[in-house]
């Protein structure tokens, strides 16, 4: 099985949103349950860029070399940002989430909001409702 983790799913976990516990869980089970796990290349960039002002040049790279660790990360490609800068979807981001996923032929997209992906093309799924499916939670 094949995943796109969003972005909002490791910040859960870095600022311990409503959440966060899903959120980890679903991160510390992944390699466990054989699922291979992309992220965009965004997704790092990003993340690089919010833990710098959060924690500071020399923790950031750190925190997010360990997210990224273990996970494929789908390159952003001039297809992947042509197709987002086209879609009828209204964030940007998220489109650029939604045709990473499609690039990489993903059965999920995991994020903890679910309405910013409007598409129906790919299965989208919250971390809780993706760990009941693979039967972590009951």
């Known amino acids: 099985m094949k ?3 969003d972005i909002n799913v490791f ?4 600022t311990k949103r409503a959440g ?13 349950h054989g699922i291979t796990s992309h992220i965009s290349a965004l997704t790092v960039a990003v993340l690089q860029f919010l833990r710098v002002k959060k924690v500071g040049e020399m923790r950031a790279p750190t925190e997010v070399k360990t997210i990224a660790q273990g996970l494929e990360i789908v390159p952003l490609t001039s297809h992947i940002i ?9 964030e940007f ?4 989430q939604f045709y990473s996923a499609r690039e990489m032929k993903v059965d999920y997209i995991v994020t903890r909001n679910k309405k910013h992906f409007l598409q129906q093309e790919i299965p989208v799924v919250t971390p809780d409702e993706f760990l009941h499916l693979i039967g972590v939670l009951n």
Request: overall charge negative; charged content about 15%.
């Open 3 to 5: 995943i796109l983790i």
């Open 11 to 14: 910040m859960n976990v870095l």
């Open 20 to 32: 966060w516990v899903e959120s980890l869980t679903l991160i510390d089970v992944l390699s466990v």
């Open 82 to 90: 042509l197709d987002a800068l086209a879609s009828h979807m209204p």
């Open 93 to 96: 981001e998220d489109n650029i």
